[in-house]
């Protein structure tokens, strides 16, 4: 076939591709056109899940009849000039493709009027053809219907899924353009039944009230950091608010939703010594910063971004998110009136951006897969479309929306150490925030009372009680002491009275003499005896002569699985004294005297991270005097 020039038609279909996928696209872009236009009231109107019939109405600027016939041409926009605006665009908008894209492949109808004109325009086209343009009575703003989508490119028609499906896909973009823009009215209506009808509010916990209800919004702490050029406004689920994977986890730059493999891996690093294993916190991360440090133009869609210093950014985000975490003392609360937030049930119909089912439980600092975005989608529309049935009662303004709504996920995972490194991100495992010099619990307020079963501290504040558990504390406070031991090249080694031999296997000993130095960097003195024999003659004081044996081939089997996983050597490390930690910590069922009890409490209360040990396993807990009185109906 001869090379020849593609007619506008065909070009036009193919461009309209990249910026419509599915109808959530067309509400996006419309969306986000309004908000551009000062809108103070968004109305979205649906049909068969957007495929027959979108429908959004705004109050916004509107246009006059010349602005509104360019607006339909391609690369027309009135956001940018030159190429140096981009350096600097606060608009969602720029391209000047949304309109035309979706004109070509629907049937069009735009009435749009200024506040200062009598009539409005209305402008009808087909298929990228302009079919009328005449005048129409209509109130201020813009009204956009777009019908029947794809029905001139049935290759794309036939890919699209369930209406359940891509109603999903339309409300999280509702939601997060709600959250976002709390100043905006917002409604959405599909097949004649509302789903969401939120007022303006006057902050974003309000909002948060009024999309995922009450209770999430009371379990958020709030956190704002600001430096010279980025800002962030945070709203991180205390120690009861976890959930079982990553669909409360949202950012937002400049009040755009956003991914960012920085962003996610820094979140994750600043909360891992927070959450327990298998758990995720909530998110709603909000940035602000100078657009010349950003390129939102990496994709039509907008939605990925590049930072010019992802060090930086990476950096900033894990010390604000840490410290802020650290000072709300992250302990969780024992609710017995109650059903525990941390176990509450997923809503049926959570809608995730792009995760994958197979995520790990933690963020994997070494090497995790990457994950197709197209794939990790469908994967969760195939596990939730079975079961995401739309509410059959209309929800009210001040109700929780989430069990109708899908709620929004946050990032892909899929981001490697090697990839951080590139840019100059050095993840660190157990990254302490400067200057918090707060303290897990005033001594000199509290009184210890007894130990329960041997293995739970209980102690009295003044209106709490707190429950601690002496293994997992007694583990975060030698790790901890470990840890400065070995970043000083400090760690002490204890000699034994009689050398301790280990018969090993022989991948045991080949994973031994690759990783000799490391033990010797831990406080051992070992070797290789010959044969299958490894000889021990000193070992790091914490260790118990009788845990020597188990303490070594246990970490030899750690090191011979990690390398199978390809981990680098900062993991290695941290592992080996995590390990260590909780091989010499004290025991569940030891028996302490009050004096032992009294001097781990107090070295807890001095620690780094006293709130969960090295595995995430949380160290203490609490209920208040409140929660015991009413459970006793004294209140």
Known sequence: MPIQVLTSDVANKIAAGEVVERPASVVKEIVENAIDADSTSINVDLRAGGKRLIKISDNGIGMNREDALIATERHATSKINKIEDLESIQTFGFRGEALPSIASVSKLELLTRTADQLEGTKITIEGGNVQSVEESGCSPGTHLSVENLFYNVPAR????????TEMNHINNQVMWAALAHPS??????????SLLNVRVCESVIERVRLLYGKDLAEGLIEIESEQSSFKMHAFIGNADLTKSNRNYQ????????????????ALNEAMQSFITKGRYAVAFLFLTMDMEEVDVNVHPAKIEVRFRDERSIYSQIVRFLSSGVYRHKYIPTIDT???????EPQPKNVMNWNSSKQMPPKVDRRKMQQVDESSAVESVVSQTSGQATLEKNTPTEESTVSSNIALASS????????????????PSRQEIPDGTGLELLDMDCIELKTSLFNTYILA???DEVFIIDQHVASERVLYERYVTQ????????????LPV????????????????DLFEKIGFDIENFGGSTILVRAVPPILSTRLVTTAVVDLLDQLAESESSEIDMLEIQDDALIMLSCRSAVKAGDKLTMEEMISLIKELSQANHPFNCPHSRPIIIKMSKSELESRFHRR
């Open 486 to 497: 070995f970043k000083e090249e400090d760690v002490p080694s204890q000699g034994l009275l």
């Open 501 to 516: 031999t280990i018969e090993a296997v022989q991948q045991q000993l080949a994973t031994f003499d690759r990783h000799i």
């Open 337 to 343: 009136a109650g059903q525990s937030v941390i176990n």
């Open 184 to 193: 905006i009215a917002f409604s959405l209506r599909h097949n004649d039944r």
């Open 411 to 426: 990032e892909l995972q899929a981001q490697t150490v090697t990839e951080l490194s590139q840019v100059g991100v050095q």
């Open 250 to 265: 949202l950012f937002f730059l400049n009040r755009r939703p956003i991914r960012s493999k920085v962003v996610s891996a």
């Open 460 to 462: 009295e504040g003044r």
């Open 157 to 164: 028609l036939k890919f699209l899924k369930t209406e359940t």
